[in-house]
T-cell receptor, first 114, second 114 residues
Framework: KAGVTQTPRYLIKTRGQQVTLSCSPI?????VSWYQQTPGQGLQFLFE???????NKGNFPGRFSGRQFSNSRSEMNVSTLELGDSALYLC?????????????FGPGTRLTVT | SQQGEEDPQALSIQEGENATMNCSYK?????LQWYRQNSGRGLVHLIL?????REKHSGRLRVTLDTSKKSSSLLITASRAADTASYFC??????????????FGQGTILTVHP
């Protein structure tokens, strides 16, 4: 099976702009999670989607949003970019293992805000 | 805040030696997963161990889990220069409401010298 894909891989934006990142999960996986990774805060959970519904959300401002399509592909959007939004954004595709999840990550999108 | 804490923060060894990394967490869990990350790229899934398992092997990897101590260890035997990377443990909290959210530790940076 093909792995998780993310596009674009690199992005440079200016403060105040908005950005949309895309993620295609592993075929058959219906759950998609997003994470932000920065040197200072490490890996932090943004949100999770399953069957086009957001089921879980991390502690991020409303500028961060996402959606999932009927084919399980997901997008996340960040509006009014700030310098602190510079990070590696990782998407993960999950399937259930017992009561929990096994997650597989994509290569990430490196966002630089100038 | 991060649920997991990895120890040590950095580890430097010679090729052929074994590397042991430890992870502690705070709440009861469904599963614990270990990931590898090379130089700011995506996370590679190494192994998942369920809360009712005590030990698991995959190739040169051995993972142990002690739920009474809320800790796990990852052993890499006969290390290679290619094992140089950051290693993270990730947990999904018990309770059924975590929905695709993993909580990561800060990671251990492993350097294997040829």
């Amino acid at each position: 099976k093909a792995g998780v894909t993310q596009t674009p891989r690199y992005l440079i934006k200016t403060r105040g702009q908005q950005v949309t990142l895309s993620c295609s999960p592993i075929s058959g996986h219906r759950s998609v999670s997003w994470y932000q990774q920065t040197p200072g805060q490490g890996l932090q959970f943004l949100f999770e989607y399953f069957s086009e519904t957001q089921r879980n959300k991390g502690n991020f401002p409303g500028r961060f949003s996402g959606r999932q399509f009927s084919n399980s592909r997901s997008e996340m959007n960040v509006s009014t970019l700030e310098l602190g939004d510079s990070a590696l954004y990782l998407c993960a595709s999950s399937f259930r293992v017992g009561q929990g999840y096994e997650q597989y990550f994509g290569p990430g999108t490196r966002l630089t805000v100038t | 805040s991060q649920q997991g804490e990895e120890d040590p923060q950095a580890l430097s060894i010679q090729e052929g030696e074994n590397a042991t990394m430890n992870c502690s967490y705070k709440t009861s869990i469904n599963n614990l997963q270990w990931y590898r990350q090379n130089s700011g790229r995506g996370l590679v899934h190494l192994i998942l161990i369920r809360s009712n398992e005590r030990e698991k092997h995959s190739g040169r990897l051995r993972v142990t889990l002690d739920t009474s101590k809320k800790s796990s260890s990852l052993l890499i035997t006969a290390s290679r220069a290619a094992d140089t990377a950051s290693y993270f443990c990730a947990t999904d909290p018990d309770g059924g409401t975590s929905y695709g959210k993993l909580t990561f530790g800060q990671g251990t940076i492993l350097t294997v010298h040829p």
